[in-house]
């Protein structure tokens, strides 16, 4: 099984490791159980319905003034809590939205399982949660292929892989996972991450690769920190936010480029295409007026920003 089928299927597991990620971090993270978070994107100045697409909305929304947001606050950098509130890449992306379109972005954390259901019931206009684009969610399916809902459309907003986290200076010079044989890794136990170390240590061969396997990923990069092991993996927001925060910067860096790459997008139910559609063109339009680009660029992910909005471009 590729690391790209089992995240994008079982994205919990993902983010047991970037708790712990966020240990070392040292960010405060409250994970989201039931709707017990909520805060919203700032409100356009002046007139909303002066926005440049407030129009394409749908009139419920348009009368709402809001746009319910349905999101896991528990995956740094993407979308977390501090302090009370719901902080991250996602509402950032959200507060440019915003301003396209005139609304305000009402983020509520519940639980990741949970976040396509609350689109079918109505609870929730949206989900932007890191959420994986892939033909069996679009489709309503579970990982075995049977029908368990209607399906959700997908606009396409970050590029997202699996990237190596290396001692800062990159003192072994690890740029790919070919870079690792001979050497030792440290990783979080059960992860998608310890499968893929298990499947290159196969490619090694006789050049061994040795894996030391922790019940946290905080363990496994302290193990990277003192010299151990040459390298720990996350998702590549989460391995970037560690390169920033730990140790002030100076603990981490992300060694060479993300492998095994997939979209996430913001999902919406099949029957609000006009909602879509709009979302689709206030995204290009924050892409080409800069402010998508500078909230990549402030919380460290410029790498996983995406050319155009795409719909449904997961596979």
């Not at 947001?69 to 009370?84: I, L, Q, R, S």
């Not at 459309?153 to 070919?178: A, E, H, M, R, T």
């Not at 998702?235 to 480029?257: C, H, L, M, R, W």
Request: proline content about 2%.
């Amino acid at each position: 099984m590729t690391a790209s089928t089992t995240r994008r299927t079982t994205a919990a597991r993902s983010r047991i490791a970037a708790a712990g990620a966020i240990a070392v971090a040292g960010a405060l993270i409250l994970t989201g159980c039931g709707d017990q978070t909520d805060n919203s994107s700032s409100t356009p100045s002046g007139n909303a319905n002066s926005a440049p697409l407030f129009s394409k909305l749908p009139e419920k929304i348009q009368k709402a003034g809001v746009i319910k947001v349905g999101t896991d606050a528990a995956y740094a950098p993407m979308e977390y809590t501090e302090g009370g509130k719901i902080v991250g890449v996602d509402p950032d992306i959200a507060d440019a939205l915003a301003k396209q379109l005139g609304v305000k972005f009402q983020f509520t954390s519940g639980t990741f399982d949970g976040l396509i259901t609350s689109l079918e019931t109505g609870r929730q206009d949206v989900a932007m949660s890191s959420i994986s684009d892939n033909k069996k969610r679009q489709e309503g399916l579970d990982d075995k292929g049977q029908k368990i809902g209607k399906g959700v459309d997908f606009v396409d907003y970050f590029s997202s892989g699996v990237s190596l986290i290396v001692k800062k200076g990159n003192p072994q010079n690890i740029k790919s996972l070919d870079d690792l044989c001979g050497k030792t890794v440290a990783v979080q136990r059960g992860t998608i991450y310890e499968d893929t170390f298990k499947a290159q240590a196969e490619k090694c061969g006789d050049k061994k690769l040795t894996i030391e396997a922790f019940d946290t990923d905080a363990e496994a990069q302290t193990r990277v920190k003192a010299g151990g092991a040459v390298a720990d993996m996350n998702d590549f927001p989460v391995a970037a936010y560690i390169a920033k925060t730990s140790g002030g910067g100076n603990d981490f860096e992300v060694g060479g480029q993300q492998s095994d790459v997939g979209l996430f997008g913001i999902a919406v139910s099949k029957e609000n295409t006009q909602l879509r559609d709009a979302l689709k063109e206030a995204l290009d339009a924050t892409i080409k007026d800069g402010s998508y680009a500078k909230v990549l660029e402030k919380w460290n992910v410029k790498d996983s920003a995406v050319q155009s909005a795409t719909v449904n471009a997961g596979k």
